[in-house]
């Protein structure tokens, strides 16, 4: 029998992060979103309670969680804070290609270091020429001796200005298209990394997006992962691995949006009641939960099959899809049931919306998940 419940284990990890988001991040997501501040002192206080290396094995100093309870946490982190959480969670995103294309001389060396202080890391895949034809990638690699010389630039990359570790996605040769595709790790000391400004976004305020450019940086063989071409399917197995945590995030903020609408359709009088009781709000708030109930059961599946070491393309992608256009779709209908209000930045729902809206465009564009699923389900019918 498939079973919904949660381990004992499970529930004190969901309540740790519940208290941290509630009392850590809530009082301080308002400002962090009016001034994009990069609230460190409460991402330290994340990585001391073992919140930022979730996904980690637990030899190398992370905290060693499956996608399921990563999607726990996860969800419980961004009801307080969408941009908070996407720069907590950002390591695990930067560090899986090391997990999962490493070896384990590799894993020592890059893995163990980086967790035992407080730092970041950025995931570099995306490019300024096109993010979603991840095959297409311009930065070079190319070999001279025992190091590969990399030019090239990324953007859009969350963490990029504070991050001491990048992996980089790079081709050794653009006309084999995805199959010159290689992964490196570059630390951010090496010469010739320039990390630029943070970028002024509509949501996720308190998170850091950046470009950062390779000028001729030196990496030793000895940092690459996997062999050369075995980059495209290695950054394709970790956004396996992180789109359904991107899920829980959107049930998050999704969940909160519902939240507030409820409480505010209790208190706010029209026509003599309450508008809870009037059915056009009504019908909002079942819609909303609804959506909200599909997305966490979606997410919590897909995890619960990449955990069990089954691939998970196909489910991640539509845990994804689903739960972030239904995060827009709540939180759109939150603002509406607050009226005005719900337009101003005095109350908390607009921010929901345009944090919800990046859940649709990150660790690949909706419509990038809708061309995943299509061509995983037809090679059924095939
Ligand atoms: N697992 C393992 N291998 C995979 C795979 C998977 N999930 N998906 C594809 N592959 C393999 C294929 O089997 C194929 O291998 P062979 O050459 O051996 O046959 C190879 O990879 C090429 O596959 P495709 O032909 O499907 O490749 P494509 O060029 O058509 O592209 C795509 C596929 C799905 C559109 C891909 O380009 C993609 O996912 N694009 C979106 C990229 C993305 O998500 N970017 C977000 C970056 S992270 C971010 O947002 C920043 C942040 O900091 C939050």
Redesign the pocket.
Known sequence: MPDFSLTPEQESLRDLARKFARTEMAPHAAEVDRTARFPEEIYRKAYDLGLMNLNVPTEYGGSGLGVFDQCLIVEELAYACGGMTTSII?NC?ALEPIILGGTPEQKERFLKPFCAEYQFA??G??EPSG?????ALHTRAQRDGDHYVLDGEKC???NAPHATLYTVFATVDPSLR??GITAFVVPRTAQGVIPGKDEDKMGHRASSTGTVRFEGVRVPVANRLGEEGAG??LA??T??QTRTPIGALATGIAQAALDHAAAYSLKRQTFGKPIAQHQAIQMKLANMAQAIHAARLLTWHAAWKIDRGE?G?LESSIAKCFASDSALDVANEAIQTFGGYGYMKDYPVEKLLRDAKLTQI???ANE?QR??IA?ELLRAYE
């Open positions: 950002a995103l950025s995931f895949l995306t993010g979603s034809d991840a095959g859009f990359i969350t995805h199959k495209f399917s394709m197995r956004l396996d691939r393309t990150y660790e690949g990038i061309s995943v061509r």
